[in-house]
């Protein structure tokens, strides 16, 4: 990874520059193994290594440009915080570096050791000093998702201005109405933070950039179907990552051009890897970038995966916001409903996702499914159980996996992905 000299940028943001150079070279040699290593990749891939590249450079550039014009740059770490409400404010919303185990040592000093990899990487990558995002963003907004997050969210506070959401763990009435208030209430502190009025206007327009967002990604997912597959699980991945912290009307031009590259591929016949590879899914906790430890172990080991069940995946963008709405109020309804479709493992009872995930593996024609599970993590790695009777029952293979950030565990993983997809093929 070739950067220009950001060290006065990082400077200024208070990052520890020598340990933030480690990270860096670090993150360049596992990219060059894990992405530039793979063969016959689309063209318009080198968007993305490109914004990788520049990940804690360029964008972070722009994004302090952004404050210096009295804009607001807003960090979250989760599906259920509304790009759209911050965006209509005229901010910008950042998914913070939660992907790398990162400052575990200092992170365990505050949060029990027995915390989920992702917990305790925001929490390492702040004491550490290591990332710029949550540096340069005035406020992060925090949720009651799972007790792990809403406990760590008090914490954080004292080192970082957090604003925590409720979000409810039913989707009875009751629980609807409850978060809708706390919509409005965000709305109001970012109203108070941007100095601005939210408009119905500038909602609907923030409503249709993303919904183009998530519509290229829809497009995205749907080339994925063919086989041979036109993209590898791992491109797929990067992309989705790439789209918590890359500018929204960049990156729906950017998605869309590699699009029109992989339709040309599916016409002709072209793939990453031969027709019949095995096709995997993979379902279960996010992987926030640079978390590329799974896929990686999967398609070097001869399968190829089609679709991600999660919400670095089509957990987050599979529904729209209905775009109908004249006042501000009607809009956020909208928000909110579209919101609380999310089937995060948190809910109960969440039959959504079972419904969700059997219906991905007959669309993506997989061979089998690979839930992924961060150790410590109990709402996904209790509702495995329910995926695995879900997708028995359709005949699909699972392959359950606890791991964490670390690189331990590589050659366990290995000998069962493998042994999962010698399996598969027979
Ligand atoms: S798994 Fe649930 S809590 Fe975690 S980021 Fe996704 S929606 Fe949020
Ligand atoms: S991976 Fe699980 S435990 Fe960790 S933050 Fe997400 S829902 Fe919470």
């Known amino acids: ?28 040699q596992a990219y060059k193994e894990i992405y530039l290593s793979q063969k016959n990749r ?117 080192y970082k201005p957090t604003f925590v959401i409720e979000v409810p763990r039913m ?25 601005q009025p939210l408009t119905a ?12 967002k998530r519509a290229a990604l829809h497009r995205l997912n749907a080339l994925r179907q063919a086989d041979p597959a036109p993209i590898s699980g791992r491109d797929a991945l990067l992309i989705n990552q790439v789209q ?18 992989l339709e040309e591929r599916v016409r002709q016949g072209v793939g990453v890897a031969p027709a019949g590879t095995p096709r995997v899914l993979v379902s279960g906790c ?3 970038a640079p978390n590329w430890k799974l896929p990686f172990v999967v398609e070097s080991s001869g399968a190829v995966i089609v679709g991600e069940e999660s919400c670095v995946g089509e957990r987050g963008t599979r529904h729209l916001v209905s775009e109908e709405g004249s006042t501000v109020d009607d809009i956020l309804d909208r928000l909110a409903a579209r919101y609380l479709e999310i089937d995060c493992a948190v809910f109960t009872p969440n039959t959504e996702r079972l419904d969700h995930i059997t219906e991905m593996a007959k669309t993506y024609a997989a061979d089998g499914v690979i839930h992924y599970a961060l150790q410590f993590c109990a709402p996904y790695t209790i509702e495995a159980a329910r995926v695995e ?10 392959l359950r996996i606890e791991t964490d950030y670390s690189m331990e565990d590589m050659p366990q993983l290995q000998t069962r992905v493998q042994a999962f997809l010698e399996m598969v093929r027979a």
């Open 1 to 28: 990874m070739k950067l220009a000299d950001y060290t006065e940028l990082w400077q200024s943001l208070g990052l520890d520059l020598e340990a933030h150079d480690g990270l860096l070279r670090t993150l360049g």
């Open 42 to 158: 689309p063209a318009g891939m080198d968007y993305f290594d490109f914004v990788i590249s520049e990940i804690h450079g360029l964008r972070i550039r722009e994004l302090a440009e952004a404050r210096k014009e009295g804009r607001m740059v807003v960090g979250t770490f989760c599906l259920y915080v509304p790009e759209e409400l911050v965006l209509a404010l005229d901010g910008i919303a950042v998914g913070l570096c939660a992907g790398a185990d990162v400052g575990t040592e200092a992170a365990e000093q505050v949060l029990p050791r027995n915390t989920c990899a992702l917990i305790k990487s925001f929490f390492g990558f702040k004491l550490s000093g290591l990332c710029p995002y949550t540096e340069v963003c005035n406020l992060v907004i925090g949720e009651t998702t799972c007790d792990g997050k809403t406990k760590a969210y008090e914490l954080f506070n004292e």
């Open 171 to 195: 989707k009875s009435p009751a629980a609807r109405a409850l978060w809708r208030s706390e919509l409005g209430r965000l709305a109001a502190k970012l109203e108070e933070l941007s100095g």
């Open 201 to 212: 206007e500038k909602l609907s327009a923030a409503v249709r950039t993303v919904n183009a």
């Open 244 to 261: 918590f912290y890359d500018d929204p009307v960049r990156f729906t031009e950017k998605v869309n051009a590699l699009c029109d590259e």
């Open 286 to 288: 996010p992987m926030a």
């Open 389 to 398: 009777r879900a997708l028995a029952a359709q005949e699909v293979p699972l």
